[in-house]
């Protein structure tokens, strides 16, 4: 079966700092891979997707993940962040074909000024 | 556009009540699915649908019974309330095509509480 491993549940980081959120998943087959955010007392956003091309891949904010096949991981990376980055991140990964995504535990990352 | 919206937001319920938590889904999505969040779990998948009149089974579906009956709407009925459902319920839903999964729109939540 499927499954999503985030390696931190918590990162606390300084302002302005570099930032790096962990995701290895186990998978034989195509997949496709998603970072969601969650602020305090929201429901989930999609932050950004892998579904083919280009394994790096960037969001608005200035997040990027790279997709790296041979080491089944999805890692998120920021050079800098801002408070307001202040939320937990889920890693979640579908099979190609598939109807089912399965999630992560979430990393929690706590941006200190 | 009002996306993904579910109701209520907060339910208290007592062991053995029932109730249907509601999702409606404004954006013609064919896909649609509910899942619990949990402290520690992250989600967990427990129903979900392809569309109208079709629904399928997740990772944790006992207890709780689903149906769609309409492309927009996908309620999620507790049948008897136990404390081990006490958690946060979010439905998503997508757009569907032969990649299956664009990414979901999450609705913001239902916390119940079952005392």
């Known amino acids: 079966a499927q499954s999503v491993t985030q390696l931190d ?14 995701c290895n998943y186990s998978s034989s087959v195509s997949v496709y891979l998603f970072w969601y955010v969650q602020y305090p007392n929201q429901g989930l956003q999609l932050l950004l997707k892998y579904l083919s091309g280009s394994t790096l891949v960037e969001s ?4 990027e993940a790279e997709f790296n096949k041979s080491q089944t991981s999805f890692h998120l990376r920021k050079p800098s962040v801002h408070i307001s980055d202040t939320a937990e991140y889920f890693c979640a990964v579908s099979d190609t074909g598939g109807f089912k995504t399965i999630f ?3 990393t929690r990352l706590f941006v200190k000024a | 556009n009002a996306g993904v919206t579910q109701t209520p937001k907060f339910q208290v319920l007592k062991t053995g009540q029932s109730m249907t938590l509601q999702c409606a889904q404004d954006m013609n999505h064919e896909y649609m699915s509910w899942y619990r969040q949990d ?9 979900y649908s392809v569309g109208a009149g079709i629904t399928d089974q997740g990772e944790v579906p006992n207890g709780y019974n689903v149906s769609r009956s309409t492309t927009e709407d996908f309620p999620l009925r507790l049948l008897s309330a136990a404390p081990s459902q006490t958690s946060v319920y979010f439905c998503a839903s997508s757009y569907l095509d032969q990649r299956s999964n664009y990414g979901y729109t999450f609705g913001s939540g239902t916390r119940l509480t079952v005392v």
Do not use: C, D, K, Y
Request: hydrophobic share 45%; charged share 15%; net charge negative.
């Open chain 1, 104 to 106: 992560g535990a979430g």
């Open chain 1, 60 to 63: 608005i904010n200035g997040f």
């Open chain 2, 39 to 47: 402290p520690g779990m992250g989600l967990r998948l427990i129903h």
């Open chain 1, 9 to 22: 549940s918590q990162v606390p980081v300084f302002e302005e700092a570099p930032v790096e959120l962990r």
